[in-house]
């Protein structure tokens, strides 16, 4: 049985308004009566007091009846609107309709003329009535203390800013603060006014109205905007010393989410200049449903986000293998409390231990496997070669072998644009990586690709928390080179590419996605450290290390040797397979194996011989600044 919990304060103030209610019908009876013989009481003949003072009765009852169909006592009248004005008016109506039938019925004599007067004085006095608290209170914010206030700028005039402002304007948890100005590039509404807040001009105005306005907040109320255009506006922003906060995107605001609890600080994923990638995974993600999934390295950046958007599209089972029993205890966790019904595993295991690797094969027979096991960081690898060979490659060999073994229908191995003409021992792995899945698709039943791509943001190994760190702790913010770039995606994005990598495999692909523009790593350090409310290089430092051993200015997502084909995502494209001699390839894996595992000091040149690609000790060859001007990507999205 329900308990019904009254709030006793809702119930006062119903009453009240019912009061209210009945002295406003009374009050628009007897000033229909009056307007009708021109406010002259002594014109009014008895017969036709009488009749308004005998129906009174019933017009109330049935009045006040209407009144509560029409939601007129369960609306919130400090966040009244159109809706709520159109139902006052429809219950005015019809209380006007009503009380003409019940005149006419019940013979009582009246002017005609008193129905719409009565109708019309009604229609003003309730609408007063529900908006009167509401008006009060916007006037009284307008005569608060100047020192206290917080004052907002708004950029984009449209639904978002005016959903925004009337929150602002009415709600009771947004205290000493005020709309000063709104900026919009649009022609057409420049000196117009929303809510009566003035449109002061362009994103050109930004700084002159900042300062003007004496501005403390800018919010960017611009839900349907491009990434770009978001990136450009910040840019502005970031000239002044206000807050930045941001209304997230169109789909919230389509849900009516609209609010200023919904708004967030601006984060450095806003400055990359491109639209985030959406993929309709609901309709592609039926391959993985009742099926036994598998992902290595499950408890890093990747692999987690991967099990928690495999988690729910219903595999019939998910087994998480790693290495590292924090990571996977954390993503256990959480992936226990979000979808208690999954048949979850957690492995701590290694992919360098062959036997393991059977034995998880052998025991749970995954239908589908993605490896994302692997070590990233350039310069550590740098300095244990051949623990990146252990790792990466022999690694990747296991799980392969054990896939093939045991029937997995796809394996997606997670790449990255290192692999491309790499100067460093973590891409020339990765490389290697690649090779294997295109050899083994040739030799195996399972459906083996590789997903290539950028930098991720937030990752364990992103510049950005990094830069965060620096931050917090003063500074300086670390940047190897001033002219080095990088493509960047998000978490989300990475993972959403690789999920659809697996609807796409049919084996062999190398699949690449379209990251956009590079962005230069300098310009991230620069915003982060204005978004973090300190001005570059006056209240923290930049400063420029020189470029790491095996690091390049710049990365590439294809060699020219593989072309290009298309897929149905215009964002996904497909690098053809390099041929390779498979046996001389198996061969050198063979001597690779031996060579890492007696830590032999000429591994780099083993992997020459495998990669003829990589360059070995190449970092002067990118000191040139000039190197990066001149640059232009081999990969090419048209």
Same mark, same amino acid.
């Given at each position: 049985?329900?308990?019904?919990?009254?709030?006793?304060?809702?119930?006062?103030?119903?009453?009240?308004?019912?009061?209210?209610?009945?002295?406003?019908?009374?009050?628009?009876?007897?000033?229909?009566?009056?307007?009708?013989?021109?406010?002259?009481?002594?014109?009014?003949?008895?017969?036709?007091?009488?009749?308004?003072?005998?129906?009174?009765?019933?017009?109330?009852?049935?009045?006040?009846?209407?009144?509560?169909?029409?939601?007129?006592?369960?609306?919130?009248?400090?966040?009244?609107?159109?809706?709520?004005?159109?139902?006052?008016?429809?219950?005015?109506?019809?209380?006007?309709?009503?009380?003409?039938?019940?005149?006419?019925?019940?013979?009582?004599?009246?002017?005609?003329?008193? %129905?719409?007067?009565?109708?019309?004085?009604?229609?003003?006095?309730?609408?007063?009535?529900?908006?009167?608290?509401?008006?009060?209170?916007?006037?009284?914010?307008?005569?608060?203390?100047?020192?206290?206030?917080?004052?907002?700028?708004?950029?984009?005039?449209?639904? !978002?800013?005016?959903?925004?402002?009337?929150?602002?304007?009415?709600?009771?948890?947004?205290?000493?603060?005020?709309?000063?100005?709104?900026?919009?590039?649009?022609?057409?509404?420049?000196?117009?006014?929303?809510?009566?807040?003035?449109?002061?001009?362009?994103?050109?105005?930004?700084?002159?109205?900042?300062?003007?306005?004496?501005?403390?907040?800018?919010?960017?109320?611009?839900?349907?905007?491009?990434?770009?255009?978001?990136?450009?506006?910040?840019?502005?922003?970031?000239?002044?010393?206000?807050?930045?906060?941001?209304?997230?995107?169109?789909?919230?605001?389509?849900?009516?989410?609209?609010?200023?609890?919904?708004?967030?600080?601006?984060?450095?994923?806003?400055?990359?200049?491109?639209?985030?990638?959406?993929?309709?995974?609901?309709?592609?993600?039926? %391959?993985?449903?009742?099926?036994?999934?598998?992902?290595?390295?499950?408890?890093?950046?990747?692999?987690?986000?991967?099990?928690?958007?495999?988690?729910?599209?219903?595999?019939?089972?998910?087994?998480?293998?790693?290495?590292?029993?924090?990571?996977?205890?954390?993503?256990?966790?959480?992936?226990?409390?979000?979808?208690?019904?999954?048949?979850?595993?957690?492995?701590?295991?290694?992919?360098?231990?062959?036997?393991?690797?059977?034995?998880?094969?052998?025991?749970?027979?995954?239908?589908?496997?993605?490896?994302?096991?692997?070590?990233?960081?350039?310069?550590?690898?740098?300095?244990?070669?051949?623990?990146?060979?252990?790792?990466?490659?022999?690694?990747?060999?296991?799980?392969?072998?054990?896939?093939?073994?045991?029937?997995?229908?796809?394996?997606?191995?997670?790449?990255?644009?290192?692999?491309?003409?790499?100067?460093?021992?973590?891409?020339?792995?990765?490389?290697?990586?690649?090779?294997?899945?295109?050899?083994?698709?040739?030799?195996?039943?399972?459906?083996?690709?590789?997903?290539?791509?950028?930098?991720?943001?937030?990752?364990?190994?992103?510049?950005?928390?990094?830069?965060?760190?620096?931050?917090?702790?003063?500074?300086?913010?670390?940047?190897?080179?001033?002219?080095?770039?990088? %493509?960047?995606?998000?978490?989300?994005?990475?993972?959403?590419?690789?999920?659809? !990598?697996?609807?796409?495999?049919?084996?062999?692909?190398?699949?690449?996605?379209?990251?956009?523009?590079?962005?230069?790593?300098?310009?991230?350090?620069?915003?982060?450290?204005?978004?973090?409310?300190?001005?570059?290089?006056?209240?923290?430092?930049?400063?420029?290390?020189?470029?790491?051993?095996?690091?390049?200015?710049?990365?590439?997502?294809?060699?020219?040797?593989?072309?290009?084909?298309?897929?149905?995502?215009?964002?996904?494209?497909?690098?053809?397979?390099?041929?390779?001699?498979?046996?001389?390839?198996?061969?050198?894996?063979?001597?690779?194996?031996?060579?890492?595992?007696?830590?032999?000091?000429?591994?780099?040149?083993?992997?020459?011989?495998?990669?003829?690609?990589?360059?070995?000790?190449?970092?002067?060859?990118?000191?040139?600044?000039?190197?990066?001007?001149?640059?232009?990507?081999?990969?090419?999205?048209?």
């Amino acid at each position: 049985m329900k308990i019904k919990i009254i709030n006793k304060q809702l119930m006062v103030r119903r009453a009240f308004i019912f009061v209210c209610d009945i002295i406003i019908i009374l009050m628009a009876s007897a000033m229909g009566l009056l307007l009708r013989f021109d406010l002259m009481p002594q014109k009014i003949e008895q017969r036709f007091i009488e009749s308004i003072w005998n129906y009174i009765p019933i017009n109330i009852i049935v009045t006040l009846i209407i009144f509560y169909i029409f939601k007129l006592y369960h609306s919130l009248w400090i966040f009244a609107g159109i809706t709520e004005l159109q139902n006052v008016f429809s219950a005015c109506v019809v209380s006007s309709l009503m009380q003409i039938f019940g005149m006419r019925i019940l013979h009582f004599p009246i002017p005609r003329s008193y %129905y719409f007067l009565y109708g019309g004085v009604l229609l003003l006095l309730t609408i007063g009535s529900r908006f009167a608290y509401r008006f009060i209170r916007i006037s009284l914010r307008k005569y608060r203390k100047v020192g206290e206030e917080t004052k907002v700028m708004l950029i984009g005039g449209g639904d !978002a800013a005016n959903a925004i402002i009337k929150e602002i304007n009415s709600s009771e948890h947004v205290h000493n603060t005020v709309v000063k100005c709104i900026i919009d590039d649009a022609p057409e509404k420049q000196g117009r006014y929303i809510q009566g807040v003035k449109v002061t001009g362009n994103r050109n105005n930004i700084i002159e109205c900042v300062s003007h306005y004496n501005i403390d907040e800018i919010i960017i109320s611009m839900p349907s905007v491009s990434k770009k255009t978001i990136s450009e506006i910040v840019e502005i922003c970031n000239e002044t010393k206000c807050e930045l906060k941001i209304l997230p995107g169109i789909y919230q605001f389509m849900n009516g989410e609209v609010s200023i609890t919904k708004l967030r600080k601006v984060e450095v994923e806003d400055l990359l200049g491109r639209d985030t990638i959406k993929v309709d995974l609901d309709s592609i993600m039926e %391959y993985v449903k009742e099926k036994v999934v598998l992902v290595t390295g499950g408890g890093g950046s990747i692999g987690s986000e991967l099990c928690r958007q495999l988690a729910a599209h219903e595999p019939k089972q998910l087994i998480i293998v790693d290495i590292y029993e924090n990571n996977a205890y954390d993503i256990q966790q959480e992936l226990k409390s979000k979808f208690p019904n999954l048949n979850l595993v957690v492995l701590i295991a290694s992919v360098r231990s062959a036997e393991r690797m059977n034995h998880i094969f052998d025991t749970y027979r995954p239908n589908i496997v993605y490896h994302a096991a692997a070590h990233k960081h350039v310069p550590l690898m740098e300095d244990s070669p051949n623990e990146a060979i252990k790792n990466n490659v022999l690694g990747t060999w296991n799980t392969v072998l054990a896939a093939d073994q045991f029937d997995v229908e796809r394996f997606v191995m997670i790449s990255t644009d290192k692999a491309v003409n790499p100067t460093n021992i973590m891409g020339a792995s990765k490389r290697i990586c690649e090779m294997i899945i295109q050899t083994f698709n040739k030799r195996s039943n399972t459906e083996f690709v590789a997903v290539r791509f950028g930098n991720v943001l937030g990752s364990n190994g992103s510049v950005i928390p990094l830069f965060k760190k620096q931050i917090a702790t003063g500074g300086p913010v670390t940047v190897t080179h001033p002219e080095i770039i990088r %493509y960047f995606m998000t978490i989300p994005e990475a993972v959403s590419l690789v999920l659809q !990598a697996g609807a796409y495999a049919k084996g062999g692909e190398i699949f690449v996605l379209d990251m956009g523009e590079p962005v230069k790593i300098i310009d991230l350090a620069t915003n982060l450290i204005r978004l973090s409310g300190y001005k570059p290089n006056e209240d923290i430092m930049i400063e420029f290390t020189g470029l790491r051993p095996g690091e390049k200015l710049f990365e590439e997502l294809l060699m020219k040797e593989e072309g290009m084909q298309e897929t149905s995502n215009k964002l996904i494209h497909i690098g053809k397979p390099i041929d390779i001699d498979d046996k001389l390839f198996l061969n050198q894996l063979e001597e690779l194996k031996i060579l890492c595992n007696l830590e032999s000091a000429d591994i780099r040149n083993t992997i020459k011989r495998i990669v003829p690609t990589y360059v070995i000790n190449n970092t002067d060859n990118f000191n040139c600044v000039d190197n990066i001007k001149n640059y232009k990507p081999l990969t090419t999205f048209e």
